[in-house]
Every structure is written in C-alpha cells, then in structure tokens.
C-alpha cells in the first residue's frame, strides 16, 4: 500500500478536528474533535509502523506501543475533561465556551463585552478563590 | 525506495488500497459531519461512524490488536462518556443554532490553509514509499496480539507501569473535580453565586422546563 494514502487521511482527519476545535461552541463538542485529531495521530503512528516494521528498521513495534499509549492517555483526558466541563457546567449553568471570558482583558473600546460582565465575573472569581 | 517505486505501478491501486480508500472517505465524510452538524447528539453518534471507519482502517494495515482497542476504548466508552456529558450539561435535543460559534470562518482558513500545507509536504515527502502489507517476515504478523503483547511487555515495561499510575493519577482527579464542586456549589449557591448563576442558567432552564414537566405529567398520569 502507498504511504500516502493513511498519511493524507491522518492530515485530513487532523485538520477536520482542528476545523472543530476552533469553530465549536460547545465545550463537549471541542473534546470530541479533540479525539478526532488524536485519532489522526494514532493513524499516523500505526501506518508508519507497519511500513518501518515491514522494512526491517524497527524490531520494537514502538509506533503500535505509542498508539496504546496515545489511546490510554486519549481516555484519561476525556475522563478529566468531561469531569471539567461538568464544574464548570454547575457552577456557571453554560458549557459554552465562548461565554467562559474570566481571564479575558477588559476592553476599554466598545465595552459590548469587557464591561459589561465585569461584575458578576468579579463576584465569581473571589467565590472560587475563596 | 526506488526498486520499491519501480515494483509497484504508480497509479495502479491494489484492492488493500481501494479498500482503504473507500473507507477512508466514509471515515471524513463522518468526521466532517461531526464538526459541523447542528445537533449535538447527532454529532456524537457520527463520531461513533468515524471511530469505526478508522478501526476498519487499523485492520486494513493489519494492526489487529490496535483495531480492537480502538473499537473497545473509543467507541465504547469514550462516545458514551461524551454522550453522558451531553446529556448532564442539558444540551438541547434538536437544532441548536449557535453550535458553530463567530469565528468558523477562521477556523474554515486555518484549517483548509493546514490541509493544503501539510498534505502538500507528505505527498511529496513519501511519493515513493510503499508498505509491504504482505507479510515479508515469513509470516509472522506485525499487528497481532501475540507481537504486540511480546513488544508491549518486554521493551515497554517501564513506560506501560507509568502509564497506569497516569490513568490512577486522572482516575482520583476526575473523583476530586467533582467531588469539590459539589462540596462547594450546594453552599454559596444559596447566598452569593445566586445572581451570576441564574443569569446564565436561565435559557437551558427554560429549554429543558417544560419537558421535565411533561415526563412528571406523563409519569403522574402512569401512576393513576
């Protein structure tokens, strides 16, 4: 099998999730584009894998051993990010990130997003600190 | 490489590829789906397609042991974890029309500018690599469990334990992360965090309000 064709799937399946991650609003919908590009790069390491076992250049299957380990790692962060979200859900009643601007600099401009919210940010902030 | 190139017929796909291939669309069509559907339920069962496409992919290149882990991890439990935070976040069944948020058509440049870019490098970089799938080793075959676990246990020993403190490690914090937003959430939400929280609590309240009183409703009228 040419190399080109798992290769040119993992960058388009990459950038499918990079398209996600950066249009989403939904915070869960983030995570699983997330997977989606994980996922590339377990295609990746898998057909690379195969081609530098078949070619004798690699005797310890570290491209196969590299995918379990991304796959274990790829749970634990879902199991930690969706455990996030869920925080994040009950103490603000959104999971959308686009509404998520704490740490966001005060635009002294238009003031359609910086001012506005400042209070109930503020009052927040000291909540979780304290 | 270059006996290799002249070995193989440039264009000429063997079934492997074409298989491969024929999935491999299936398995981005899913994915796109998944980004850019409007419903947040569908999203996740689209994702299911697209892990399963990309199973049948691990098979293809005769990584079996892979392709089952995949098909136990990712789709059976990470898309119902996903599926689970879905529904306690009380995503809204149906059409949400603010799935996509302002900035889609940057994302749309960054991503189509990073897909051209880097399926342009690896076309060019591996034009004239190809994967011996038939089995040169006599046989023996790189991505079955008994290699995989041989490999796994005797060279990866040591990053294979560390590995399972890592999962210990994400197990008690996903415990912890919720435990103390409960233990905190049920005290100030009475005095202080009132305001903010209702400010934001308000619209999913009303989506999710009147179906919550149709199922008591329905529940009551099973009940008589």
């Given at each position: 099998m040419h190399l080109a064709y798992p290769a040119v799937l993992s960058v388009l399946l990459f950038c499918t999730g990079l398209y996600g991650v950066l249009a989403r609003r939904n915070a869960i919908l983030v995570l699983m584009s997330v997977e989606l590009m994980l996922n590339a790069v377990n295609l990746n390491l898998v057909a690379f894998d195969v081609w530098l076992s078949r070619a004798a250049?690699?005797?310890?299957?570290s491209g196969q051993a590299l995918t379990l380990f991304t796959i274990a790692i790829a749970a634990a962060e879902i199991g930690i990010g969706l455990a996030i979200v869920l925080a994040v859900y009950r103490a603000?009643?959104?999971?959308?990130?686009?509404?998520?601007?704490?740490?966001a600099e005060t635009r002294?401009?238009?003031?359609?997003?910086?001012?506005?919210?400042a209070a109930p940010a503020m009052a927040e902030k000291t909540e979780a600190a304290a | 490489m270059t006996l290799a190139a002249s070995s193989h017929?440039?264009?000429?796909?063997?079934g492997v590829e074409v298989a491969f291939l024929l999935v491999g669309i299936v398995t981005l069509g899913a994915a796109v789906i998944t980004v850019t559907t409007k419903q947040l339920v569908h999203a996740a069962l689209w994702l299911v397609v697209a892990l399963g496409g990309l199973a049948v992919e691990y098979l293809l290149l005769t990584a079996e042991f892979i392709a089952w882990v995949q098909v136990l991890?990712?789709?059976?439990s990470v898309v119902v974890l996903l599926l689970f935070g879905l529904m306690l976040t009380r995503a809204p069944i149906g059409?949400?029309?603010?799935?996509?948020?302002?900035?889609r058509w940057a994302a749309l440049t960054v991503a189509v500018a990073a897909a051209a870019a880097l399926v342009w490098v690896v076309v060019d970089a591996f034009r004239t690599t190809w994967i011996d799938?038939?089995?040169?080793?006599?046989?023996?075959?790189?991505?079955s469990t008994a290699v995989t676990g041989a490999s796994l246990f005797q060279s990866w020993v040591l990053p294979f334990e560390a590995l399972s403190v890592l999962l210990l490690a994400a197990l008690v914090g996903a415990i912890v992360l919720s435990r103390k937003a409960a233990a905190e959430g049920e005290r100030p939400q009475g005095s202080t965090n009132k305001a903010p929280s209702d400010k934001g609590k308000a619209p999913s309240d009303k989506d999710t309000a009147p179906s919550g009183k149709d199922q008591a409703a329905s529940g009551k009228e099973g009940v008589r």
């Amino acid at each position: 099998m040419h190399l080109a064709y798992p290769a040119v799937l993992s960058v388009l399946l990459f950038c499918t999730g990079l398209y996600g991650v950066l249009a989403r609003r939904n915070a869960i919908l983030v995570l699983m584009s997330v997977e989606l590009m994980l996922n590339a790069v377990n295609l990746n390491l898998v057909a690379f894998d195969v081609w530098l076992s078949r070619a004798a250049r690699d005797a310890l299957h570290s491209g196969q051993a590299l995918t379990l380990f991304t796959i274990a790692i790829a749970a634990a962060e879902i199991g930690i990010g969706l455990a996030i979200v869920l925080a994040v859900y009950r103490a603000r009643g959104t999971s959308d990130i686009d509404k998520l601007r704490d740490t966001a600099e005060t635009r002294p401009g238009p003031g359609d997003d910086g001012t506005e919210p400042a209070a109930p940010a503020m009052a927040e902030k000291t909540e979780a600190a304290a | 490489m270059t006996l290799a190139a002249s070995s193989h017929g440039f264009l000429s796909p063997t079934g492997v590829e074409v298989a491969f291939l024929l999935v491999g669309i299936v398995t981005l069509g899913a994915a796109v789906i998944t980004v850019t559907t409007k419903q947040l339920v569908h999203a996740a069962l689209w994702l299911v397609v697209a892990l399963g496409g990309l199973a049948v992919e691990y098979l293809l290149l005769t990584a079996e042991f892979i392709a089952w882990v995949q098909v136990l991890i990712y789709v059976g439990s990470v898309v119902v974890l996903l599926l689970f935070g879905l529904m306690l976040t009380r995503a809204p069944i149906g059409r949400s029309p603010d799935a996509d948020s302002g900035n889609r058509w940057a994302a749309l440049t960054v991503a189509v500018a990073a897909a051209a870019a880097l399926v342009w490098v690896v076309v060019d970089a591996f034009r004239t690599t190809w994967i011996d799938l038939d089995g040169a080793a006599g046989g023996a075959d790189g991505g079955s469990t008994a290699v995989t676990g041989a490999s796994l246990f005797q060279s990866w020993v040591l990053p294979f334990e560390a590995l399972s403190v890592l999962l210990l490690a994400a197990l008690v914090g996903a415990i912890v992360l919720s435990r103390k937003a409960a233990a905190e959430g049920e005290r100030p939400q009475g005095s202080t965090n009132k305001a903010p929280s209702d400010k934001g609590k308000a619209p999913s309240d009303k989506d999710t309000a009147p179906s919550g009183k149709d199922q008591a409703a329905s529940g009551k009228e099973g009940v008589r």
